[in-house]
């Protein structure tokens, strides 16, 4: 099955600085990427759509200058999290979009404390 | 608009049978999906129906009504590792996923 990877697993950071979460798609190709936030007992929100090569539509309520998403290349796609703060810890998860437009391939999360 | 609705939590004990229903209302539909997330852990995949009807795999079975705007994932011989949440969501006419805030499964001996 198709496999996707995210680095870090856990991040701690203090406040005020910058973190970088990668998503990588090992064994396909994925032309979109979803950044979705998980706060504790809650559902899954999601922050943004990337496209390859293109720039990532934001949900209503994410801040685009604070949550910087790039998508380089069809099995790449980083979220920096910048000047971060407490209110930003949360789990962050990824997936990507194989050829078919239903299936949807996600990544095992990243834990961002921000202290 | 769109919306998605199922039970916080359940209870059920070993080796039973628990059925967790998800109704949802959009104009807009491409498919019905069910995923499993145990507690740190991203969301697995566990079904899709698109079509009417019930779709079985192992333990597990999932049905949807479309007409109705209903689905429902049957666990059959549950195992205390099927302790988790289980996540509803529905795929829109853009081919986004909506979920539903998910239903806390526990399981007891």
């Known amino acids: 099955g198709a496999v996707v990877s995210q680095h870090p697993s856990r991040v701690i950071c203090k406040s005020g600085t910058s973190v970088k979460i990668e998503c990588r798609s090992l064994?396909?190709?994925?032309?979109?990427m979803f950044w979705y936030r998980q706060f504790p007992k809650q559902s899954l929100m999601l922050m943004a759509t990337?496209?390859?090569?293109?720039?990532?539509?934001?949900e209503q309520g994410v801040e685009k200058d604070k949550f910087l998403i790039n998508h380089a290349s069809l099995t790449l796609s980083t979220l920096t999290v910048t000047s971060a703060h407490p209110e930003d810890s949360s789990f962050y998860i990824c997936?990507?979009?194989?050829?078919?437009?239903?299936?949807?391939?996600f990544g095992p999360g990243t834990r961002l404390t921000v202290l | 608009g769109q919306n998605i609705d199922q039970p916080t939590e359940m209870t059920a004990t070993e080796g039973a049978i628990v059925q967790i229903n998800c109704t949802y209302q959009?104009?807009?539909?491409?498919?019905l999906f069910w995923y499993q997330q145990h507690a740190g852990e991203a969301p697995t995949f566990l079904s899709y129906?698109?079509l009417d009807g019930l779709e079985e795999k192992g333990r597990f079975s999932s049905f949807l009504s479309r007409s109705k705007g209903y689905s429902y994932l049957l666990l059959k011989e549950l195992q205390m590792k099927d302790s988790a949440s289980y996540l509803c969501a529905f795929m829109d006419s853009n081919y986004q996923l909506i979920w539903g805030a998910g239903t806390k499964l526990i399981i007891k001996p």
């Open positions: 064994d396909f190709q994925a032309t979109t």
């Open positions: 129906n698109v």
């Open positions: 959009t104009s807009g539909f491409n498919g």
């Open positions: 990337s496209n390859e090569g293109s720039k990532a539509t934001y």
């Open positions: 997936s990507a979009r194989g050829d078919r437009e239903y299936e949807q391939f």
